[in-house]
């Protein structure tokens, strides 16, 4: 049986899941809620480490500001996403403006800024909205090229 590191939705802590668990609604050991949302989780700097380095699933990170028009027009395809391609990808969005270290930490120079991260690395890098089809034609390149 396969463990996998998964940071629950709700509280942040790190939990250890068997990958045939995922789909069961595996329950945090910590806060007693859903390891898996089905949603985009907010992240800030405290707590993004947690919730996409030390993960063992895919995660794509949405770096956005509430001021920026594609990111605004893109936020509901991303919420859209995350309700069909969860647990598979887990879907983490980061406020720009209130985290200026984590955009410096990864080199975002323009939003919206869509970073692919699996096992603690980013895999995949690309700026700028996109139409919901394309969206999920790269999330299932990404994937499939990782094989996951």
Do not use: H
């Amino acid at each position: 049986m396969t463990t996998l590191n998964v940071t629950c939705a709700t509280c942040g802590t790190v939990n250890r899941v068997p990958r045939e668990r995922l789909m069961d609604k595996a329950i945090c050991g910590s806060c007693k809620n859903p390891v898996i949302a089905y949603r985009a989780v907010t992240v800030n700097e405290s707590n993004f480490d947690n919730y996409v380095l030390k993960t063992d699933l895919p995660v794509v990170v949405d770096f956005w500001a509430s001021w920026c028009a594609p990111c605004v027009a893109f936020s509901p395809i991303f919420e859209q996403a995350a309700t069909g391609w969860e647990p598979r990808v887990r879907f983490v969005k980061v406020d720009a403006d209130s985290t200026p270290a984590l955009s410096k930490r990864f080199g975002i120079r323009s939003i919206p800024s869509l970073l692919f991260f699996y096992k603690g690395k980013v895999i995949e890098q690309r700026q700028g909205s996109m139409p919901g089809g394309l969206f999920d034609q790269w999330l299932e390149k990404q994937t499939n090229d990782l094989g996951v």
